[in-house]
């Protein structure tokens, strides 16, 4: 069971005496699709906890609405809302064992003891936690302990899982190993997921669909490969996967015989990735050709990353290792993998 979730127009203002107001958030429209990992992504402080604490009905919001379905649950009590939420910090009870805490909100909401067990230990057989029924929090690592906090949401059978970065606590290579756990355990149990995250790698591996949020609003909502191709902003370019910017097309080392150096108030965006050295690369029609001076070279194992001054820009290439350069250096980049924004405002320009 799964239910679409849709938030309408959210605005949250935190008022205290004595202080000014604070706009956390300022008009929120998103929609996750039921039985799909919708992730909301964006910089420390941009309201993601926020938004999602509203939508678990923990927070109250100043304006707009909450939609379960077609089902309007703004004014619905949390633990009517047929959801679970996964708390950054884990939120156990330091007292319980593994199985108390996981039992917990069941026999809150009045499920038989026996009934409790089986859904506990099917929950746990899920997370390969059934070991671990009778220990307490304190006796279990990072991970044990993220996994408990994921058990005890998915025992509800909610329709609908929150989580508040689920994996920032966790080191690096077991971040990695849940990432693809969480997908298998969303695809198995069919629940709608919505997972906040500030990490661009964990949203774009996790997600059918990404809200990109920045200063309370949403700035760009689409599938991984939509917000990573089609970046709406200049923002966005550079939040997922670091696109390089050149905020002033004229004066950054672009060749004038490009069709580019024409375009006045225009930032250039190119991945780094997707720059060539002249040297290894055909000319084809519409190419950029940017020439300057290498100012900085990092091996990164089999590539490497080229920082390239010219004019007022410094473009990063990222090319393989092999490849032999000199200290000046013309970098391409084909039509198709130059995205352009106007330079007052981000928002992209298609031509
Ligand atoms: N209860 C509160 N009172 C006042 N300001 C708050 C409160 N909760 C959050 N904020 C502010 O709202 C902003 C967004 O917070 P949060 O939703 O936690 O962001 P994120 O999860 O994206 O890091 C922050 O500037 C934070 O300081
Ligand atoms: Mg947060």
């Not at 990432?179 to 997921?193: C, F, N, Y």
């Not at 939040?239 to 250039?268: I, P, R």
């Not at 720059?275 to 070279?297: K, N, T």
Request: aromatic residues 4%.
């Amino acid at each position: 069971m799964s239910t679409a979730v849709e938030t309408r127009e959210i605005v949250k203002t935190f008022r205290e005496r004595g202080s000014a107001d604070v706009n956390v958030l300022r008009g929120v429209s998103m929609h996750a699709k039921a039985g799909s990992i919708t992730s909301i992504l964006g910089e420390s402080g941009c309201g993601k906890t926020t938004l999602l604490r509203i939508i678990a009905g923990l927070e109250t919001a100043t304006s707009g609405a909450v939609f379960a379905g077609d089902r309007d649950i703004t004014a619905v009590h949390p633990s009517r809302r047929q959801l679970a939420m996964v708390f950054q910090n884990y939120g156990l009870y330091p007292a319980k064992t593994v199985a108390g805490n996981i039992e917990f909100p069941l026999k809150m909401s009045g499920v038989p003891r026996a009934e409790r067990r089986a859904r506990a230990l099917a929950a746990a057989e899920v997370l390969h936690i059934e070991h671990l029924l009778d220990r307490l929090p304190a006796q279990l690592s990072g991970g044990q302990r993220q996994r408990v906090g994921i058990c005890r949401a998915i025992a509800r059978e909610p329709e609908i899982i929150l989580m508040d970065e689920p994996l920032s606590s966790l080191d690096a290579q077991l971040r990695i190993e849940m990432r693809s756990e969480l997908v298998a355990l969303q695809r198995r149990i069919g629940s709608t997921m919505i997972t906040v995250t500030h990490d661009q790698t964990e949203a774009m591996t996790m997600s059918d669909s990404i809200v990109v949020m920045r200063g309370g609003q949403v700035e760009q909502v689409g599938s991984p490969s939509e917000v990573f191709e089609r970046p709406q902003t200049a923002y966005v370019a550079s939040f997922l996967g670091n696109m390089n910017l050149a905020a002033d097309a004229a004066n950054s080392g672009v060749e004038a015989a490009s069709m580019f150096s024409h375009h006045a108030h225009t930032t250039l965006g190119v991945r780094p990735e997707q720059f060539m050295l002249a040297e290894y690369a055909a000319p084809e029609a519409g190419d950029l050709r940017v020439s300057g001076r290498v100012v900085r070279d990092e091996l990164l194992g089999t590539d490497r990353v080229l920082h390239v001054e010219a004019g007022a820009a410094v473009w990063r290439a990222r090319i393989p290792a092999a490849a032999s350069f000199g200290e000046r250096c013309t970098l391409v980049a084909r039509r198709a993998h130059v995205h352009e924004f106007a330079s007052e405002g981000g928002v992209r320009i298609d031509r």
